[in-house]
């Protein structure tokens, strides 16, 4: 249930299968192609076994694929109909939970912790918006990328509380940020006890029905089923062995969830639509939470708030054993990117998201492809020491003088023929349009960005190492 995974490269190659997809796409045939091949190469690259992919485009499901063996014994493959668990994803609708009862006016966000449970450590002091924003102080009770002998056995909330929400607090309240599932198990336990129902009962009745969200599994209480993936971990660069499975409680309200790539992106699209929260908890939900100092935490109410690909975005990854995913949504483009993977400690989730997204967002100008296409030849040219100069201004031209061209040629011509470039953001500087753009070799990574002037001519070209 973590928001930041240790990741473990893997070096084996898997045989991976496209399933059938299940909706039908509006996605062009060439973007469908980049889109099945980037999400297959991650699968080889790190070992995963398979991937689950929704996508949604102007508030609908445009595309559902899923890559790889579900199962590898005996060999299953993937489906998009198949469950995942979705791990730390799952505190977004615990957060939600606490927005709906905040609008039934039954609690505030202000409200001190030790309103509901009193005998926390610093209740008086610590707000249901600090647990939420993970800016409490209360100590993470999951921080290990691997299940722990202690945590095999069954456990409740109530335990997980008192052995770690009762501990002095790593800061105090509102000064840092860390991220903490102990925040969001008494965030759990505070809607159970202000509704008056479970938590996964609220759920339910508020959100995963009125969404048609059909899938939903509580894996905190169940095991996924026969048909659904199995979920894998891999010591080292060995091969990928079935993980073991928390035992029942350690999940609640902070990791629990499992559901098919598609009702997840359902959940996106209410996000985009605000069909199922006020106006007023939606911009709750997606602003910065401050810390006192008045430093941004880059960080919602149970989501990421940041900039992907140059536009705005609200996402997470979760991580619980045998399972890792990634969600991100880009609400101002109404444009969602789903992954679902079972093997827990890789990051081939996050790597197919957020390759995905700018491929659907710079789709949206037409001259992407051409500009990207340019740009791969200008520094193809570089490479070399030589530039077209009808294409760069005065300014530019006065910039690639003898000696730039000299080093942009000895420090890049041995790096040979990129294996990618791609464009990852779009902006706009001093009336110009600036692109990004990713330029990435076997052992190496570069960015290079251009500002181009309305006649077309390039001010700037330049390339540095990828930060």
């Not at 249930?1 to 060439?30: E, V």
């Not at 290990?144 to 002095?168: E, G, H, S």
């Not at 938590?199 to 089923?225: A, H, I, Y």
């Not at 001010?459 to 540095?464: H, K, P, R, S």
Request: net charge neutral; glycine share 6%; with cysteine.
């Amino acid at each position: 249930m973590h928001s930041q995974r240790k990741l473990i490269p893997a070096l084996a190659l898997l045989l991976f299968c496209l399933s059938t997809a299940s909706a039908q796409s509006s996605l062009s045939p060439d973007l469908q192609q980049k889109i099945d091949k980037l999400a297959a190469d991650a699968l080889v690259k790190t070992g995963v076994p398979s991937a689950s992919v929704a996508i949604v485009k102007d508030s609908r499901v445009v595309y559902l694929h899923a890559y790889g063996d579900a199962r590898l014994d005996p060999r299953t493959h993937a489906t998009p109909a198949m469950r995942y668990s979705i791990g730390s994803i799952s505190k977004q609708f615990t957060a939600s939970s606490i927005l709906l009862l905040q609008e039934q006016g039954k609690l505030s966000l202000d409200d001190k912790v030790s309103k509901f449970l009193p005998h926390l450590t610093r209740a008086n002091e610590v707000t249901i918006r600090q647990l939420l924003s993970h800016t409490s102080g209360y100590q993470d009770y999951w921080p290990q990328d691997y299940v722990m002998p202690n945590m095999l056995q069954p456990t409740t909330a109530q335990l997980i509380l008192d052995q770690w929400a009762r501990k002095p607090l790593d800061f105090d309240p509102g000064t840092k940020w860390q991220y903490s599932n102990t925040n969001f198990v008494i965030a759990g336990l505070i809607v159970e006890k202000v509704s008056g129902v479970p938590l996964l009962t609220f759920l339910q009745q508020k959100v995963f029905q009125p969404l048609s969200m059909t899938s939903v599994l509580n894996t905190d209480q169940e095991r996924l089923g026969d048909t659904d993936p199995t979920g894998y971990q891999r010591y080292a660069l060995g091969p990928p062995r079935p993980a073991p499975k928390e035992g029942k409680g350690w999940l609640f309200a902070a990791g629990e969830l499992a559901m098919t790539a598609e009702d997840l992106a359902k959940w996106d699209i209410s996000i985009m639509d605000q069909k199922l929260l006020q106006p007023a908890s939606y911009r709750e939900f997606a602003t910065d939470v401050l810390l006192k100092n008045g430093l941004g935490t880059r960080y919602g109410l149970g989501v990421d708030v940041r900039t992907d690909a140059g536009h705005r975005s609200l996402s997470h990854s979760g991580e619980v054993s045998g399972f890792t995913s990634e969600n991100i949504v880009f609400p101002d483009e109404r444009v969602a990117i789903v992954v679902l993977t079972n093997q827990d400690a890789a990051d081939a989730a996050a790597n197919i998201a957020h390759a995905i997204a700018p491929l659907l967002l710079a789709s949206d100008d037409p001259a992407t492809p051409q500009k990207l296409e340019q740009a791969r030849k200008i520094f193809a040219g570089l490479q070399r020491g030589a530039i077209d100069r009808s294409l760069f201004t005065d300014n530019a031209n006065f910039y690639f003088n003898a000696q730039a061209l000299q080093d942009f040629a000895a420090s890049l011509g041995s790096l040979g023929t990129p294996e990618e470039f791609t464009q990852k953001r779009q902006a706009l500087r001093g009336g110009m349009i600036m692109r990004a753009y990713r330029i990435k070799f076997p052992k190496q990574e570069l960015q290079a960005w251009t500002y181009e002037l309305p006649t077309g001519q390039l001010e700037q070209f330049q390339v540095a190492p990828q930060d």
